[in-house]
C-alpha cells in the first residue's frame, strides 16, 4: 500500500511534515514500539505519535493511529495520503463515505479518518490537507484498513483510547522480559522488534519486514524476506526462550512442526507465514530503491537444497525439550524421520547457508550443521523424546561426518576450516560452529578459523559473510549478522573483553531508535538489504545473553 | 427411508473421511487433521487433544449423517449421487466459511486474521480453501466429503 521506497511514483506514502524547513528527533515511547518524532522549526516544535495499535472494542482490522501534538510556537503542517494497492498495479478509487474520505480497490479499502488536521481533499489519488499546529493543541490523523470485510469509521476518542492502550501493551511485555544483562536497552529493542515480525495469525517469524532493499545500491541482489527461514528457527527459540517469551517459542515451535509436515522428512528452507509452502518468486514493474532492480516478491531460494537447515531444526526441537516443553510422539516420530533423512543425504552437495545461485558444492557449514542435527536427534533420543531405534545409526553417520569435514573441511596451509570441501576461502558462517556446539575436541580448529575469519573477513568489528563466488554480480556489504556471531563466539570461547569491545564497537552501528537492517555499506556505513532484520536481532540478543551469562559467572 | 440407515451410513462415512484426510496427510498432500483441530479446542495437550477430537468428530459425522437425512426427507429423495453431492456442498461450505472463517472465531487457540501483537496463537488459521494446510488439501477435503456424503446417501436409499 505504502512502497513509495521501491518506486517514488507508483509507489503508496503517507507524509505528515512541516510546510517549513525542519530537523526532526525520533525515539520510540520507551519500552514500546510506538514511535515519537519531533519536528524542529524556527516557528517551533510538533511532536507525532505513531503507532499500529492493537484491536479493543469495535476496531478496523487493521489501524494506524498519527497523533500530532504542538509543543511550542505555531507551526504550519502538511499531510497527504497516496495509498496504491497491490504493489501500485491495481487502480484506486477516491470518495467519500459519510463525509469521510476512503481509498478503495477491490476487496481492500482505506478509511482516512482525520481530527483537527485541516479539511482534507481528495484528488489526483491523494487526499490531504494542511493545517497549523499550535503549542497544546492536538489534532489526529488515523487509517482504518479494512480486507475483505466493511471499513470501520473509529472515532477520535476511541483511536486515542486504543493508542493508550497499545502504548500500555507494549510497556507491560516489555517488562515482562527476564533479561537482566548488560545492554538491556539494545536487547529489549531487538525483542520489540522481532515481536512485530511475528505473524500474529500463525505465530511464525518473517525475517524481514521488506522486500527488494538491495544489499548493493543498483544491484541485483535485492531479495523478498517477507518469509520465515528454517535456518532462523533454532537462534529465534534460543533468543525467546532467554528473554523468557516462552508463548510466543511455544507458538513458533508449533507453527514450524506444522508447517515443514508438508515436505516431510524434506525440509525447505523458507515458508509462507501462513504455513504454505509454496513461494513462486515473481518480478514487479518497480524502479526499486534508488534504482536497484529488480523488485522481486516470492523467493526462488525456496527451490534450493540447504543441509544446514536440518541441523536448525533438530536442535530447535532440543532446546524446546530441553526448556522442559513435552514432544508429543507423532512430532518424536517424526524428528526421528528427519534425522533418518540426514543420514541419507548429507553426503550431497548444497547451495549452503547463504543461498548462493551458483552450483552446489559442499559447504562445511552445511556438514557441520548436519553434525549438529544428528547429535541434537542422539540426545533427543538418549532423553527420550524421539524413538532411538537408529541411534547406533546416527552416532555412526555422525561420525563419518566429522572425518569429513576434519579432513576435507581443513585446510592445514591457512590453519582454518574453509568455505567448502578442498577450497581456500572462508566463511563466516563456520562461526556458527562455535555457537550451536561442534564437538568440544574441534576447539582448536575452531579458535584458529576464528582468528582466520577475523584477518580476513573483518574490518574492525565488522565482518564480510564469505570470500569467494557466489554466482551473482555485484558485490556486498558488511554482514551484520556475522558480526554478531563473532562476539557470541569471542564469548563462549572466553575472549570475553574483545566480544565486550566488539559489541560496544557494533551497537554504535544500529540506526537513531536501535534498529538493523542486514548488511552495512562499507565507506559510508548506511544500511543496505532488508529491514528491520530479524536475524541481526536475534544474533544480538544472543551475543549479548552470551556475554551476560560468562560475564555473571 | 430408515433413521438407522442414515446413522449407520455416518458412522461409516465419517470412518471413511478420516482414512481419506489421515492418507492424504501421509502422503503429503494436506495437513488437515480434523480431530487434532476440533480437540485442541477443549486442551492443549496434543495426545489428549486427538482422543478428545476423534470422539467430537465422530459426533459431528453423525450430526451431519441426520442433516443428510432431513434433507433427504424433505425432498422425497435419497440416493448415493445425491449424497455425494451433499458431500460436494458440504466440503465447499467447510472450505469457504465453516472451518476458513467461524473456527478460527470460535478455537481459543487458533489465530485469525484478526490476531495481534497480544495473542500468541498455537494453531495457525487453515485460510481461504484451506490452502494454509497445503495446496492440495481442498481436494482431499472434497473427495473425503463427497465420499461421505456417498455412503450417507447409499446407507440411507439401501435402509429401505
Not at chain 1, 493511529?65 to 497527504?80: D, F, K, Q, T
Not at chain 1, 516470492?298 to 530447535?316: K, P, S, W
Not at chain 1, 561442534?438 to 568489528?461: K, V
Request: glycine content about 10%; aromatic content about 10%; proline content about 4%.
Amino acid at each position: 500500500m505504502f512502497g513509495a521506497l521501491l518506486d517514488s511514483a507508483r509507489g503508496g506514502r503517507f507524509e505528515l511534515q512541516p510546510a517549513v524547513p525542519f530537523a526532526t528527533e525520533r525515539s520510540y515511547v520507551p519500552d514500546t514500539n510506538v514511535l515519537e518524532t519531533t519536528f524542529v522549526t524556527d516557528r517551533g516544535r510538533v511532536r507525532v505519535t505513531d503507532a499500529m495499535t492493537l484491536p479493543a472494542g469495535l476496531a478496523p482490522g487493521r489501524e494506524l493511529v498519527r497523533r500530532i501534538e504542538g509543543l511550542s510556537g505555531r507551526v504550519p503542517m502538511r499531510w497527504a495520503v497516496m495509498p496504491r494497492f497491490g504493489y501500485g498495479m491495481r487502480r484506486v478509487r477516491l470518495g467519500r463515505r459519510n463525509g469521510v474520505p476512503v481509498a478503495s480497490a477491490g476487496r481492500d479499502a482505506m478509511a482516512i479518518c482525520s481530527s483537527g488536521a485541516g479539511e482534507p481533499e481528495a484528488s489526483d489519488g491523494r487526499v490531504g490537507a494542511t493545517f497549523e499546529a499550535a503549542a497544546g493543541a492536538r489534532a489526529q490523523i488515523t487509517l482504518s484498513i479494512a480486507h475483505q470485510e466493511p471499513l470501520v469509521f473509529p472515532s477520535r476518542h476511541e483511536s486515542d483510547a486504543r493508542l493508550d492502550h497499545t502504548i500500555a501493551f507494549w510497556q507491560r511485555w516489555a517488562g515482562a522480559r527476564t533479561y537482566d544483562g548488560p545492554w538491556r536497552e539494545a536487547v529489549i529493542r531487538s525483542a520489540l522488534a522481532l515481536k512485530l515480525l511475528v505473524f500474529a495469525p500463525s505465530g511464525a517469524i518473517a525475517a524481514a519486514a521488506t522486500t527488494s532493499l538491495p544489499e548493493q545500491v543498483g544491484g541485483e541482489r535485492n531479495w523478498d524476506y517477507r518469509f520465515s527461514w528454517v535456518r532462523d528457527s533454532a537462534f529465534t527459540l534460543d533468543a525467546l526462550l532467554s528473554l523468557g517469551c516462552a508463548p510466543e517459542a511455544e507458538a513458533f515451535f508449533w507453527w514450524l512442526m506444522h508447517a515443514s509436515q508438508l515436505t516431510h522428512p524434506r525440509l525447505q528452507v523458507l515458508y509462507r507465514l501462513g504455513g504454505r509452502a509454496s513461494a513462486p518468486e515473481r518480478v514487479l514493474d518497480l524502479d526499486g530503491y534508488c534504482g536497484s532492480r529488480p523488485v522481486r516478491v516470492g523467493n526462488g531460494a525456496v527451490r534450493q537444497t540447504q543441509l544446514d537447515i536440518y541441523g536448525d531444526l533438530l536442535q530447535t526441537a532440543w532446546l524446546y525439550a530441553r526448556a522442559g516443553h513435552d514432544l508429543d510422539p507423532d512430532i518424536g516420530r517424526r524428528l526421528a524421520e528427519i534425522a533418518d533423512l540426514v543420514c541419507a543425504i548429507w553426503r550431497r552437495p548444497d547451495s549452503g547457508i547463504w543461498e548462493v545461485r551458483s552450483e552446489p558444492v559442499h559447504f562445511i557449514h552445511s556438514k557441520m550443521m548436519c553434525w549438529v542435527a544428528l547429535d541434537r536427534g542422539a540426545k533427543l533420543a538418549r532423553s527420550g523424546h524421539v524413538p532411538d531405534r537408529s541411534l547406533r545409526v546416527w552416532e555412526r553417520e555422525a561420525e563419518a561426518m566429522r572425518e569429513f569435514i576434519e579432513t576435507h573441511g581443513w585446510s592445514e596451509a591457512r590453519g582454518s576450516y574453509v568455505r567448502f570441501a578442498g577450497a581456500s576461502e572462508l566463511d563466516a558462517s563456520l562461526l556458527a560452529a562455535v555457537l550451536l556446539d561442534y564437538p568440544e575436541g574441534a576447539e582448536q580448529r575452531l579458535r584458529a578459523t576464528m582468528r582466520a575469519i577475523q584477518e580476513e573477513l573483518a574490518d574492525g568489528a565488522l565482518l564480510y559473510r564469505y570470500s569467494g563466488d557466489d554466482g551473482l554480480g555485484g558485490s556486498e556489504g558488511f554482514f551484520i549478522t556475522c558480526s554478531f556471531w563473532l562476539v557470541d563466539a569471542l564469548a563462549r570461547l572466553g575472549q570475553v573483553e574483545e566480544a565486550v569491545e566488539a559489541m560496544e564497537a557494533l551497537l554504535a552501528f544500529g540506526n537513531d531508535v536501535g534498529l538493523y537492517a542486514e548488511e552495512v555499506e562499507p565507506g559510508t556505513g548506511r544500511f543496505l538489504g532488508n529491514f528491520p532484520q530479524g536475524l541481526v536481532h536475534l544474533a544480538l540478543i544472543n551475543a549479548a545473553s552470551s556475554i551476560a551469562e560468562r560475564v555473571g559467572r | 427411508m430408515s433413521i438407522w440407515g442414515a446413522i449407520a451410513g455416518g458412522f461409516v462415512g465419517t470412518l471413511a473421511l478420516t482414512t481419506i484426510l489421515r492418507g492424504g496427510s501421509e502422503l503429503g498432500l494436506t495437513r488437515m487433521d480434523l480431530p487434532f483441530l476440533l480437540g485442541t479446542a477443549f486442551t492443549p495437550d496434543r495426545q489428549r487433544a486427538k482422543a478428545v477430537g476423534y470422539g467430537l468428530h465422530f459426533v459431528a459425522g453423525q450430526l451431519f449423517a441426520l442433516l443428510y437425512y432431513a434433507v433427504f426427507a424433505a425432498i422425497d429423495e435419497r440416493s448415493w449421487w445425491l449424497g455425494a453431492l451433499f458431500g460436494l456442498v458440504h466440503a465447499l461450505f467447510a472450505g469457504t466459511a465453516l472451518v476458513s472463517i467461524l473456527l478460527p472465531l470460535v478455537h481459543p487457540r487458533m489465530g485469525s486474521g484478526q490476531s495481534a501483537a497480544d495473542s500468541n496463537p498455537m494453531l495457525e488459521p487453515p485460510g481461504f480453501m484451506l490452502s494454509n494446510y497445503g495446496d492440495s488439501t481442498l481436494a482431499v477435503t472434497v473427495l473425503a466429503h463427497v465420499i461421505y456424503g456417498a455412503i450417507v446417501g447409499g446407507f440411507t436409499s439401501l435402509s429401505g
